[in-house]
Nanobody, 121 residues
Framework: QVQLVESGGGLVQPGGSLRLSCAASGSISSISVMGWYRQAPGKQRELVAVITTGGNTTYADSVKGRFTISRDNAKTTAYLQMNSLQPEDTAVYSC???????????????WGQGTQVTVSS
């Protein structure tokens, strides 16, 4: 089985910071891309940030300069450092990864269950 487990969400006041983690495990290899998405109530899911094995990054315009995505040396864990958080950032944040199944050899997209981030005074 393949698992992506997110952690680090919670309640924070405006201007505060949170660091999210996404750990991939199980029958997965050759992870090439990991990213973070979010979905707020009444809104469609949107891209927040993406990072490739080569270190290339992409950010949504709304988070540029405030959020930073990174990966560990094994390329199995992704992080999202969120600074200067505002109420508009309130959403469920989900991790996504592209990797090859060790069982079938096929490349698939995998999703975590998501973690709630709430920014409120």
């Amino acid at each position: 089985q393949v698992q992506l487990v997110e952690s680090g969400g919670g309640l924070v006041q405006p201007g505060g910071s949170l660091r999210l983690s996404c750990a991939a495990s199980g029958s997965i290899s050759s992870i090439s891309v990991m990213g973070w998405y979010r979905q707020a109530p009444g809104k469609q899911r949107e891209l927040v940030a993406v990072i490739t094995t080569g270190g290339n990054t992409t950010y949504a315009d709304s988070v540029k300069g405030r959020f930073t995505i990174s990966r560990d040396n094994a390329k199995t864990t992704a992080y999202l450092q969120m600074n200067s958080l505002q109420p508009e950032d309130t959403a469920v944040y989900s991790c996504n990864a592209y990797g090859r199944s060790r069982l079938t050899g096929h490349v698939n997209s995998y999703w975590g269950q998501g973690t709630q981030v709430t920014v409120s005074s």
